[in-house]
């Protein structure tokens, strides 16, 4: 399905902020931000995932539909994904990780995009060895455009995260999961 906005200027000058979306962020600055850009009922989960992995030291910032009719029409795919603060909050992060959702309700598994490959081959070692099932990205998910949100960092190059929908709701239910999940990224971008 194409997406009704190609930028976020004409996303505003449709939908109402604090009405039909917001924009929320960490109160902290740092190297590493987490990037929720299809937030709140867009994506569900993705915000609060995003903010676990911030946790209180990492910088996060979420993208978030709060209506209830025509939710997809916010859904502004990454590599059009403009809106100024959070543009200019990437200029200077050296590590960018973007959280996204699939449909996927049975599965549970993630693919790990971005132009960052020692960070994505990182990512997926660690999450293989803790149990997670990371599959090949297919090419639509592979977030390898340069205008792609997750490389708009200062490197040019971030990772994302496209998670299944079935294993978001096990990250958000079993909290046993959710600190396997959490904590082996956290331990590796932290230091990245
Ligand atoms: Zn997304």
Redesign the pocket.
């Known amino acids: 399905m194409p997406d009704t906005y190609t930028n976020f200027r004409e996303l505003q000058l449709h939908e109402q902020e604090d009405r039909d979306y917001r924009i929320k962020t960490s109160r902290n600055w740092h190297s590493v931000i987490i990037v929720a ?2 937030g709140g009922n ?2 569900p989960y ?1 915000s609060q995932i995003a903010k676990w992995i911030a946790g209180e030291d990492i910088a996060w910032y979420s993208f978030e539909g709060i209506k209830d009719v025509d939710i997809r029409r916010l ?1 502004i ?2 590599h059009n994904f403009d809106e100024p603060s959070l543009l200019q909050g990437l200029q200077q992060a050296q590590t960018v990780m ?4 699939l449909k996927n309700s049975i599965e549970e598994f993630l693919m790990i995009g971005g132009l960052d490959s020692t960070l994505r081959n990182e990512l997926r070692v660690a999450l293989q060895d803790h149990g997670f099932i990371v599959k090949e990205s297919e090419q639509r998910y592979r977030g390898e455009r340069a205008t792609n949100i997750c490389n708009r960092g200062c490197t040019g190059k971030g990772v994302q995260l ?1 998670i299944s929908f079935a294993l978001r709701k096990r990250i958000f239910e079993d909290a046993e999961c959710r600190v396997q999940f959490i904590d082996t990224i956290r331990s590796l971008i932290k230091y990245h």
């Not at 973007?98 to 959702?101: D, K, L, M, Q, V």
């Open positions: 850009p299809h867009i994506e993705t859904h795919t990454s973007t959280i996204h959702g496209e």
